[in-house]
C-alpha cells in the first residue's frame, strides 16, 4: 500500500483503429478481433477526490445528460472493482470531463474506466502494479487495457490482448463526429446479418490478423502508406446502419485527406492528413460544411496521473 491522496487529476486518451479485422463470433459472444490501436490526444479528463461515498458526475464540451451515473457507468463499476480487489472501504467524489465522443467508436467510455482505475488506485492509495490494473481492466471492457497502456498496440482475441507495435510518429488525424451514437453490439450485429446475406460471395472467415503493411507503415512513420492500408471491417456494418457517413467520408477524402476510415463500431470518422497543414486545412473544409471536427496527433501514451 502506499500514501492515500486528498484528491488525483488523471488524463487517458480516445483512440483510433487504424485497422480492424473481425472474425467470427467467440462462445462468450464477443467476436475474435484483431485489430491495431492508436491513442491519440483527445483525452478524457478525471477528478477524484476522497469522500465517504462513491458519487459521479459529467461535465464537457459534449453533451452528457444521457449517461448513466449508477453502477451501469464503468467508472462506478471500476471503483466497485477495485474496492472488492482491495477491501477498500472509503470512497470518491468523481468528475469527468468529457472530449470523446458518446458511443462514437473512439473508446470513450473505456478511457474513463482506464481513468477510474489509474485515479482511485493513487488516491486510495492501493499500490496496485500495471499487470494487475491490466487484469482489472479486462474484466470492464475489451478496450480498457488499451486505455491504460495508450501508444501504438495490436489487440486480439476481444481486443483485449495487447502486444506493443512500433509508431514512428507523429499522424495527424482530423475526427468528424457525427450524431446520434452507434451502439457497438448493434454494429456487430449488422456486420453478422451483411456476412450472412452475402455468404455465397464472401470467402470463409479464419482467425483475423493485422496485416503486415500495416505494421510496416507504422513502423516508418509513413502516413501516406498508413492511409493505404487503413481498413475496419466494422465499416460497411457502420454505413448500413448510417448511409450518410459514406458522403462524409468522399468529403473528407476530397478536401486533401489522405484517406478516411470509420472508427471502431462508428460512427466518428478518422481522417488521416499528411502534416499539420494538411490536418488545418482539412478542418477548416469540414468545419465550413457544418460538421462538427477535431485535430488530434498520435500515438500518445495511456492513462496518467497528471498535476
Not at 477491501?87 to 468523481?94: C, L, T
Request: glycine share 12%.
Amino acid at each position: 500500500m502506499s500514501a492515500a491522496l486528498r484528491s488525483v487529476q488523471v488524463r487517458a486518451p480516445g483512440k483510433v483503429n487504424v485497422s480492424m479485422r473481425v472474425g467470427a463470433p467467440m462462445a462468450d459472444g464477443y467476436h475474435d478481433v484483431a485489430t491495431a490501436y492508436q491513442a491519440v490526444s483527445l483525452y478524457e479528463e478525471l477528478r477524484a477526490e476522497a469522500d465517504d461515498e462513491l458519487s459521479l458526475t459529467f461535465s464537457g464540451p459534449i453533451g452528457t445528460g444521457a449517461l448513466p451515473v449508477d453502477r451501469t457507468n464503468l467508472v462506478i463499476r471500476a471503483a466497485h472493482l477495485l474496492q472488492a480487489r482491495s477491501g477498500h472501504r472509503g470512497g470518491a467524489r468523481i468528475q469527468v470531463v468529457k472530449r470523446v465522443p458518446i458511443a462514437g467508436g473512439m473508446g470513450g467510455g473505456s478511457a474513463d474506466a482506464a481513468a477510474a482505475l489509474v485515479g482511485l488506485d493513487a488516491l486510495w492509495g492501493l499500490g496496485l502494479g500495471r499487470d494487475e490494473l491490466l487484469e482489472l481492466g479486462a474484466e470492464l471492457g475489451a478496450d480498457v487495457p488499451f486505455a491504460l497502456t495508450g501508444g501504438t498496440a495490436i489487440g486480439t482475441g476481444r481486443g483485449d490482448r495487447l502486444s506493443p507495435a512500433l509508431a514512428k510518429g507523429p499522424f495527424h488525424w482530423v475526427i468528424a463526429l457525427s450524431e446520434p451514437g452507434l451502439s457497438t453490439p448493434l454494429v456487430y450485429g449488422a456486420l453478422d446479418e451483411h456476412r450472412e446475406r452475402h455468404a455465397a460471395d464472401l470467402p470463409a472467415l479464419s482467425a483475423p490478423q493485422v496485416d503486415a503493411d500495416v505494421l510496416q507503415a507504422l513502423r516508418s512513420g509513413d502516413p501516406a502508406a498508413l492511409a493505404e492500408a487503413l481498413h475496419n471491417d466494422l465499416q460497411v456494418a457502420a454505413l448500413h446502419l448510417r448511409p450518410e457517413l459514406a458522403d462524409l467520408l468522399e468529403l473528407g477524402e476530397g478536401n486533401g485527406a489522405l484517406a478516411g476510415v470509420v472508427s471502431g463500431s462508428g460512427p466518428t470518422i478518422a481522417f488521416l492528413a499528411a502534416d499539420l497543414d494538411a490536418a488545418l486545412s482539412l478542418q477548416i473544409a469540414l468545419s465550413a460544411a457544418r460538421h462538427t471536427v477535431l485535430r488530434a496527433t498520435g500515438p500518445v501514451p495511456g492513462a496518467r496521473v497528471v498535476g
